[in-house]
């Protein structure tokens, strides 16, 4: 503001003294060209009017111009103290951890409401992040219960001698290789989140992976009577430039995942496609599905969509985020449809082909 008035001030006095040297100067020369007498009473009359109607206008004028660039000057500069003040404040907000903080759009220019809004999308990231460290420590909470719960009554039943330790035992080793998996388990989604899931990449035949998949869990299908089979639309298979065995780990869980939730006499298949210069694997069965809500959290750790189940037959509840971060390092997607319970799911992967195969 002081700045702004400094250079209004030098402005105004510029302008007064170059008007008064000069106008009066120009004025008085052409007087003299006209038939009045030097020195005459008109001559200096008229002179005179000149420089008090000069001076008048001229005051009025830099008065006008002053006030009305003065309330213009200090409307702005106010504006950018309120904006500014809000940014700083909430900066200091979120230092402190309140990721809930949000500043106010004050229209004081583009440059300032992007700097909000890049401020307050930052915020809304650091508010997610610290609502996925919370619900990330209720999940560990609620997992850890069940398994500490069971030794804890064990031990105590044991230290009673309600249950003999021969008993006991295979229950407690249960229960131990329960809580070590769970650790592996969180360690790997930890890793996974973060991008930090180590590919190898190498060219192979998609065809040569899904037929290596089939024989690895056919026995299992057959065991629990569901029927697995194997679709390939192409008959040139297509290449890819991936880690066959992560996506081996990928294909596993879903058809884990398909094998859980499938009756005996159901059907789980495994297919492969392309579109233009994409892949699509997709594995599908008829079993349990799933409704809509469950449809946008089927990727979040821990969650399962049949909350009765039992935690000793389910997954750890984490396989699908794995599988959609390993996909995310592919450079491809994975998503899920059901047209709802009873009818089935379908997971779809979608991978980039081998730029040499294009």
Do not use: C, K
């Not at 008064?20 to 008085?28: D, L, M, N, S, T």
């Not at 206008?57 to 500069?77: C, I």
């Not at 699908?320 to 059901?338: K, P, Y």
Request: charged share 20%.
């Amino acid at each position: 503001m002081i700045g702004q008035l400094i250079v209004l001030l030098a402005g105004a006095l510029t302008i007064t003294v170059l008007t008064v040297i000069i106008g009066p100067a120009v004025f008085h020369y052409h007087l003299l060209q006209t038939d009045l007498p030097v020195g005459s009473d008109e001559l200096v009359h008229i002179e005179r009017a000149y420089r008090d109607a000069l001076a008048l206008a001229l005051g009025v004028g830099l008065v006008v111009s002053l006030l009305a660039a003065g309330l213009v000057t200090w409307n702005l500069a106010r504006r950018l103290r309120q904006t500014l003040h809000g940014l700083t404040s909430a900066v200091d907000e979120l230092s402190r951890g309140h990721y809930s903080t949000r500043v106010p759009s004050v229209g004081a220019g583009t440059e300032l409401d992007s700097l909000a809004a890049t401020l307050n999308d930052m915020a809304a990231r650091l508010d997610a992040v610290e609502e996925t460290r919370r619900q990330l420590l209720s999940d560990l909470a609620h997992e850890l219960r069940t398994p500490i719960a069971t030794l804890s009554a064990h031990h105590e039943a044991m230290a009673d001698g309600v249950i003999e330790p021969e008993t006991a035992m295979p229950i407690l080793a249960g229960q131990t290789v329960r809580l070590s998996r769970l650790a592996d388990d969180i360690s790997e989604v930890s890793r996974a989140e973060e991008g930090q899931l180590a590919v190898e990449l190498r060219p192979f035949a998609v065809h040569d992976l899904l037929e290596s998949i089939l024989r690895e869990w056919e026995e299992r299908f057959e065991t629990a009577e569901v029927a697995l089979h194997l679709e390939m639309a192409a008959r040139r298979s297509p290449m890819l430039d991936a880690d066959p065995h992560r996506l081996a780990q990928v294909l596993g869980s879903l058809l884990s995942n398909a094998l859980r939730h499938t009756s005996p006499g159901g059907t789980v298949t495994l297919s492969a496609t392309m579109e233009s210069s994409t892949v699509v694997i997709s594995v599908a069965d008829d079993g349990e599905g799933f409704t809509a809500e469950d449809q946008s959290r089927l990727f979040e750790r821990f969650f399962r969509a049949d909350s009765a189940r039992t935690r000793e037959n389910s997954g750890s509840g984490i396989g699908l985020t794995i599988s959609r971060a390993l996909v995310d390092a592919h450079g491809g997607t994975m998503d899920a449809a059901s047209e709802g319970p009873g009818w089935g799911a379908t997971f779809t992967i979608r991978l980039p082909r081998a730029i040499a195969d294009r």
